[in-house]
């Protein structure tokens, strides 16, 4: 859906170039290898700790919420509507990232991939001390190895998307302001 759905926005912006299917599949990964990780350190940790998934679900809904209203976001048209506005980017935030502001995202995704990470080697090593190490002998070292390797393969696939498929690499071709209107894709002969 999420593939769905930036494909489709992509069609109606049109200083934007259209998504192939190469830059799908990339989008595609790097949003299942950031979010599969994401939820599966969450239920490891509440299978050990149930009820504290629901405190750390509102403090780090809480700082996410702060973080869109430091970012000044202006996109509805009432002060409440704007506040829900932002407590629905908090909830979608615990799990994934997207940009809400003007202006270069870098600086904010490495701000919020670092948070996340954190959070998640916390929650990692909770469930690995709170565990039965006899039932989960199986799959604990595997689990505590591959999530965090499936996160920074997410990271490395988005990195690989911005570097070569984001629609800004590949928009339509700026026209030199000196040339008349006209001539549309004429370039000025030295």
């Known amino acids: 859906m999420v593939v769905d759905y930036h494909r489709s926005l992509r069609s109606f912006l049109p200083d934007k170039a259209k998504q192939g299917w190469g830059s799908s599949l990339i989008y595609f990964l790097w949003n299942l290898l950031l979010i599969a990780p994401r939820v599966a350190t969450l239920a490891l940790f509440s299978s050990v700790l149930p009820g504290y998934i629901g405190a750390h679900f509102l403090l780090l809904w809480f700082v996410f919420v702060l973080w869109v209203w430091r970012q000044k976001t202006d996109f509805m048209d009432s002060v409440a509507g704007e506040w829900l506005y932002r407590a629905t980017v908090g909830l979608i935030w615990y799990f994934s990232w997207f940009n809400v502001a003007e202006g270069r995202t870098r600086g904010r995704s490495i701000i919020y991939h670092s948070f996340v990470t954190i959070d998640g080697v916390i929650l990692l090593v909770t469930w690995w001390c709170y565990r039965d190490p006899v ?25 690989i998307y911005y570097c070569c498929f984001h629609p800004k690499l590949w928009g339509p071709p700026v026209r030199d302001p000196g040339l008349p209107d006209d001539l549309p894709d004429c370039r000025r002969v030295l």
């Open 135 to 159: 039932q989960s002998e199986s799959y604990a070292l595997a689990l505590l190895i591959a999530l965090p390797l499936t996160y920074l393969l997410g990271l490395l696939f988005k990195a």
